[in-house]
Every structure is written in C-alpha cells, then in structure tokens.
C-alpha cells in the first residue's frame, strides 16, 4: 500500500514549456485534490476532483488544467510555465475528511 | 467564509521545553479540526484531529481540544524533543454531509527544537 505517491520529484522548466504532474493513490478515494505551497502562503488550492471524470477549480486555479480520467489517477498539467508557478506542488486524496498528502513535486521555472 | 489563523512562526525551543501553537477558527456550522505536521522535504501528514466541541486530540505527546466557545485548537506537547522540528498546519473542515469536504489550512508554523 503505497498511500499516494507522485512523479516527478524535481523539475525545472524554462518559461513557455509545458508538463504534466502526475499523482496516484491505492486507496480507492473519490476525492483528489492538487495544492500549491509558497513560502509565507501556507496551502492553496489548485484543482479539485469528487470522482472518476469530474474536475472543479479551487483557489488558483488559472495557468493550470487537470484531468481524473481514471478513479486512481489525478494530473495536473501546466501548459505555458511561467516564474510564478514555481512552488511545491502536493496531491492529497480523501474518503473522509482527513487527506492523504503525497510528497510533493518542487517544481522551478526559469 | 472559514478561515484558519495560526501563531505566527518561527518557533525555537530547546529540547524538553513545553510547546503551544495557537490556532483560531472562523466558520459556519460544526466543522472538523486538524493539526497536521510537514517534516523537512515531506508532504503532509495527519498529526491529530477533532470532529466535536470539548473533544481531545492526541498522538506522539500532541494534544489539541476542541473549543467551541473559543473558536480555538491550540496544539500543546508536554516535552518537545529535536524530532518534532517541523512544520505544523491547523485546518479545518466544513460540516459533516457536504458532498465535497474542503479543507481550508492556515499557513503554518515552523518549530525548530535545538539540543
């Protein structure tokens, strides 16, 4: 039982490059969520899902698209990177009300 | 709408001092509590929780209480030791049967113990 794990670890991206965060988690839970974590800022709220097919915004949810095309799998993708998405991005999963945080992404932008 | 407020940080203790993190809450209905805890390079993790007013939180030597009337869920530990150097994040979530439980974090409060 691998909890909820994500790939990559590390990246760095130059403005304008795209990529894909991909989050994964053997709990069988509805709901995945993807937050973003800058200093002094504490955790914001990127996307959302409550199931297999369905996705919602949350906080910051601009520079950013997701897709749950499988119940297991949430992907986060960053189409034209730019310097204000470099953070730490971390995936967390729930059943209940306490959320299973993956081990995060660091993620820079150049 | 619900809002976290914590103390804010950085904390530095020496080993087997007492800890208080202070957090306070605003939100409608009866919304769940948790303190979680960030170890250098982590994700987050579940340190422990409330889901009703005057209940007690525990786990490692952690304990949090649920105060109502106080809007409140300070985090307290007896004897902290260099392990605990982390970063601790009140949350909250709302009450219980949404359909969708959002859980609104506070910015956290980073605690370094020193021998």
């Known amino acids: 039982n691998a909890g909820v794990t994500q790939t990559p670890k590390f990246r760095v991206l130059k403005t304008g490059q795209s990529m894909t965060l991909l989050c994964a988690q053997d709990m069988n839970h509805e709901y995945m969520y993807w937050y973003r974590q800058d200093p002094g800022m504490g955790l914001r709220l990127i996307h959302y899902?409550?199931?297999?097919?369905?996705?919602a915004k949350g906080e910051v949810p601009d520079g950013y698209n997701v897709s749950r095309l499988k119940k297991q799998n949430f992907l986060l993708g960053l189409e034209s990177a730019a310097p204000s998405q470099t953070s730490v991005y971390f995936c967390a999963s729930t059943q209940g009300k306490e959320q299973y945080f993956g081990p995060g992404t660091r993620l820079t932008v150049t | 709408g619900n809002s976290v407020t914590q103390m804010e940080g950085p904390v530095t203790l020496s080993e087997e001092a007492f800890l208080t993190i202070n957090c306070t809450y605003t939100?409608?209905?009866?919304?769940?509590l948790f303190w979680y805890v960030q170890y250098p390079g982590e994700g987050l993790q579940l340190l422990l929780k409330a889901t009703k007013a005057d209940d007690k939180g525990s786990n490692k030597g952690f304990e949090a209480t649920y105060r109502k009337e106080t809007t409140s869920f300070h985090l307290e530990k007896g004897s902290v030791q260099v392990s605990d150097s982390a970063v601790y994040f009140c949350a909250l979530s709302g009450a219980p049967k949404t359909s969708y439980d959002k859980v609104i974090f506070g910015p956290g409060t980073s605690l370094s113990v020193i021998p």
């Open positions: 939100a409608t209905g009866y919304p769940s």
């Open positions: 899902s409550v199931g297999e097919g369905t996705t």
